[in-house]
């Protein structure tokens, strides 16, 4: 038996990048999980993978469509135990001058309002789970550019930070029901997503793809890229009764950030 057998949870963005490998990293502690993502090729693609899994195709920006999900996971399952917001877009690459409103408007909505309108609805299922003996919990996704500014990605930055503090307010209203709630701030975690930023940054520099990638790695002390079963494996820690009293916590996978580079 695992720490998670049958354990409700709801992974946003799950069909691919960080959310897959926790979304998979549950299914194989035989928790029960339900992915919601925009992208219906991406949930084809997991569903092959992972028959058995539920999902949901949706704009967790959306509030409609965020109250859809969860009035689903209640029919569905009864309630819920885990929440992982991890839906998220880079935003704008440019200077703040050349950044243009709608840009910047929807890189806070789907980075923080997404995040926002899932845990709105999570925390009453949440208390309930709790009154049950469960420990219940909320794992949101930040950055290491929630802890520093970013040039040329501002609104991807302004957006992290306020996450956490979105996470620790939740955490302090939260305490005393015994629902918890943390944020993991990764690294540079390599893949799709990760290549697009860099493609980004050298049309706005000029400089060498590889350059800048290389930049990344050389900018924390273990001088490689995160990868996503390293964030997955801290979101099964901070989900667990191991850190049934760790909440309102920002824990950085990242490899120790030195020094925060473009």
Known sequence: MTLFLSRRVIVTAGA????????????????????VDIDRAAIDAMQQDHPDVSVSCADVSDEAMVDSVF??????????DTLINCAGIKGPTASVEKIELPEWRRCIEVNLDATFLCCRRAVPMLCRSAESGASPSIVNMSSTAGWHGYPMRSAYSSAKWAVIG?????????????????????GTVEGDR??????DEAKQTGR??????????????????????????????????????????????DGHLEAFTA
């Not at 691919?16 to 992915?35: D, L, P, Q, T």
């Not at 009035?71 to 819920?80: I, K």
């Not at 996470?167 to 990764?186: D, H, Q, Y």
């Not at 990760?194 to 493609?199: K, P």
């Open 16 to 35: 691919s990048g960080i959310g897959r490998c926790i979304a998979e990293a549950f299914i194989r502690e035989k928790a029960n999980v339900h992915i």
């Open 71 to 80: 009035e689903a996971q209640q029919q569905r399952a009864g309630g819920l």
């Open 166 to 186: 979105l996470t620790k307010s939740i955490a302090m209203e939260l305490g005393e029901s015994g629902v918890r709630a943390n944020v993991i701030c990764p």
């Open 194 to 199: 990760m290549l697009r930023v860099v493609a």
């Open 208 to 253: 060498d793809k590889e350059e800048i990638l290389d930049s990344y790695r050389r900018a924390c002390s273990m001088r490689e890229l995160i990868k996503g079963e390293d964030i997955a494996d801290m979101a099964l820690f901070l989900s667990s009764p191991s850190a049934g009293k760790v909440t309102g916590q920002v824990m950085n996978v």
